[in-house]
């Protein structure tokens, strides 16, 4: 949750994600009923924390 200070700084939501897998089905509803609001996505804790599989699902939810 280091994300906080940043997140809370420019008034964004945190969300938590898995490393690898699929997203959330809540998740991906709450990126696409605010892809209006957010106009970016930013990963925190590297590859590591977040494959490039899950964070294509974010982007695409946001695109929807």
């Given amino acids: ?5 940043v ?3 420019a008034q964004q939501p945190v969300l938590l994600v ?3 897998g699929t997203l959330a089905e809540s998740t ?3 990126l696409s009923l605010h892809d209006g609001l957010l ?3 930013r ?3 590297g590859a590591a924390a977040i494959s490039d599989a ?3 699902q974010v ?6």
């Fill in 1 to 5: 949750l280091a994300a906080g200070p």
């Fill in 7 to 9: 997140v809370g700084a």
């Fill in 18 to 20: 898995p490393a690898t």
């Fill in 28 to 30: 991906s509803v709450y």
């Fill in 39 to 41: 106009a970016q996505a």
């Fill in 43 to 45: 990963a925190f804790g």
């Fill in 54 to 56: 899950v964070l294509a």
């Fill in 59 to 64: 982007a695409a939810a946001l695109s929807k």
